[in-house]
Nanobody, 122 residues
Framework: QVDLVESGGGSVQAGGSLKLSCAASGNMRATYCMAWWRQAPGKEREGVAA?????DETYADSVKGRFTISKAGNILTLDMHNLEPEDTAMYYC??????????????????WGQGTQVTVSS
């Protein structure tokens, strides 16, 4: 079992920045692959960024060049810059013990945090 606790969400104006953090505890083998997902109102969940043990990062096209995922120890972060209203969503930290090649934003991971809200106003 893995517990994931997100923090750092909030409200900003377009063009602003936020940094999300996720603290993982429990079975750390299940955190080899970690990713950020998001869900906007009325839309399906989508993978935003993923990393395998802090390397091999993958990003959604919509956030490339603006978001950076990183992992240090049991902390996963998502640095978000030049935020757009379209980035408004609930952001979730996810984790799973899957292979390096499978650790991308296209694969759902089994462990999820409760989420943190990001709201970007125009």
């Amino acid at each position: 079992q893995v517990d994931l606790v997100e923090s750092g969400g909030g409200s900003v104006q377009a063009g602003g920045s936020l940094k999300l953090s996720c603290a993982a505890s429990g079975n750390m083998r299940a955190t080899y692959c970690m990713a950020w997902w998001r869900q906007a109102p009325g839309k399906e969940r989508e993978g935003v960024a993923a990393t395998y043990s802090g390397t091999d990062e993958t990003y959604a096209d919509s956030v490339k060049g603006r978001f950076t995922i990183s992992k240090a120890g049991n902390i996963l972060t998502l640095d978000m810059h030049n935020l757009e209203p379209e980035d408004t969503a609930m952001y979730y930290c996810t984790a799973g013990q899957i292979s390096r090649w499978a650790c991308t934003i296209r694969n759902h991971l089994p462990h999820w945090g409760q989420g943190t809200q990001v709201t970007v106003s125009s």
